[in-house]
Nanobody, 121 residues
Framework: VQVVESGGGLVQAGGSLRLSCAASGSILKMYYMAWYRQTPGQQRELVAEIHTEGSTTNYVDSVKGRFTISADNTRNTVYLEMNSMKPEETAVYYC???????????????WGQGTQVTVSS
C-alpha cells in the first residue's frame, strides 16, 4: 500500500490550503483516514480523522471550525481543507490510513512521507 500526500506549500496567515492524500495498492477496505502534523522536536499530533463507515469526523480543538476533512472512498483519497491558517500551524503534515489487504485481513496503518506546510506571518 502506498500513501502519497500533496498540496503542501507556503501560505500567508489567514490563507487557505487544501491537502490531498491518495492510497493505492491492493486495498480491500479503507477503514480510517487521518491527518497528523509534526514540528521539529515535537510529537506527531492528530489534526483530523474520518471513519469511512458513517463518515464520522473528529478534529483537534485548535482547528475546529477552520479545517475540514473529507474522503472519497471510491478513490481511497482523503482531503484536508485548511482555512484561516496560523503561523503556528507550520509543520509537516502526514496522512495516515488504515486498510486491509488480500494478504493481511487485519487492518493496519500506513503512512505517507509527509508534506510541508508553511504559514508566513
Amino acid at each position: 500500500v502506498q500513501v502519497v500526500e500533496s498540496g503542501g506549500g507556503l501560505v500567508q496567515a489567514g490563507g487557505s490550503l487544501r491537502l490531498s492524500c491518495a492510497a493505492s495498492g491492493s486495498i480491500l477496505k479503507m477503514y480510517y483516514m487521518a491527518w497528523y502534523r509534526q514540528t521539529p522536536g515535537q510529537q506527531r499530533e492528530l489534526v483530523a480523522e474520518i471513519h469511512t463507515e458513517g463518515s464520522t469526523t473528529n478534529y483537534v480543538d485548535s482547528v475546529k471550525g477552520r479545517f475540514t476533512i473529507s474522503a472519497d472512498n471510491t478513490r481511497n483519497t482523503v482531503y484536508l481543507e485548511m482555512n484561516s491558517m496560523k503561523p503556528e500551524e507550520t509543520a509537516v503534515y502526514y496522512c495516515n490510513v488504515r486498510v486491509n489487504t488480500p494478504t493481511n485481513y487485519i487492518p493496519r496503518d500506513y503512512w505517507g512521507q509527509g508534506t510541508q506546510v508553511t504559514v508566513s506571518s
